[in-house]
Every structure is written in C-alpha cells, then in structure tokens.
C-alpha cells in the first residue's frame, strides 16, 4: 500500500518535471529563433550595403524596443563596422542576448541565446551612398 502511494508521488513528480522542462524549453526555442532571425538581417544587410549602416542599426534598435528586450543583457557583434568590405569577402554577426528566466522571486536565471548570420558582401564601390556606423544600442 505504502508502495503504491510513494509510487504515485514519484510519477506525478516525474511528469510535472516533464512538463516544466518542456515549457522551459519551448520557450528558449522560440526566443532562440527570434535572435537567430535578427542576426541574420544584420548580416543580409552588411552584405548588401558592404558593411553595418545607419539603417541596419535603426532596425536593431527597433527589434529590442519591440521585443521589450533589457539593453544591458544584449551583445552584438558585426564582422564589417564603419566602413564597407570588398565585394566577395565574408560578413557575419552575431546577436546575443542572456534571457531570464524567472519563477517566482525563487528561481532566477538567465540563459545566453546567440544566434548568428553570414552572408557574402555584394558590395560594389561608389554604387550606394550610405553611412556606415558602429552597433550601438
């Protein structure tokens, strides 16, 4: 009898951690696609301009005022800053934020997602006329 009631308690225990582990988990998947989707505009962008412009750093900005994203947790790192690459020459960036997690005042952690984007610059001398700048935010 005894067997059966610690049993029980056992297994409910094992699918609630099932089921926390799970939503814990579902939930760093889609935060992880959302950096992984900006990195890869960043990069897109610099290779089509040749290098982090002006225009790329608004809409970085725009993603962390839409995405309520604390500033202090985010790194960003582009491979051509303040002025443009040669047409042919790889371009990355890398985007990483650390995500709370939080339950409670308990459990407090926070989890590093980094996404990252590569492209090749197409960038042609003298066929744009852009401000390039440095990843500020």
């Given at each position: 009898?005894?067997?059966k009631v610690i049993g029980t308690f056992g297994?409910?225990?094992?699918?609630?951690?099932?089921?926390?582990c799970g939503a814990l988990f579902t939930g760093l998947v889609g935060e992880w696609y959302v950096i992984q989707n900006e990195a890869h505009f960043l990069a897109v962008s610099q290779g089509k301009c040749g290098g982090y412009t002006q225009e790329a750093n608004t809409e970085l900005n725009r993603f962390i005022t839409e995405r309520l994203l604390d500033r202090s947790h985010l790194n960003v790192q582009v491979s051509a800053p303040g002025s443009p690459v040669p047409w042919g020459t790889p371009v990355h960036a890398t985007v990483t934020y650390n995500f709370p997690y939080r339950l409670g005042r308990w459990v407090s952690f926070d989890v590093p997602i980094t996404g990252r984007g590569r492209a090749v610059s197409t960038y042609l001398?003298?066929?744009?006329?852009?401000?390039?700048?440095?990843?500020?935010?």
């Open positions: 009898m005894l067997d297994a409910l225990f094992a699918i609630l951690l099932f089921v926390f001398k003298d066929a744009y006329s852009l401000s390039y700048t440095y990843p500020q935010w």
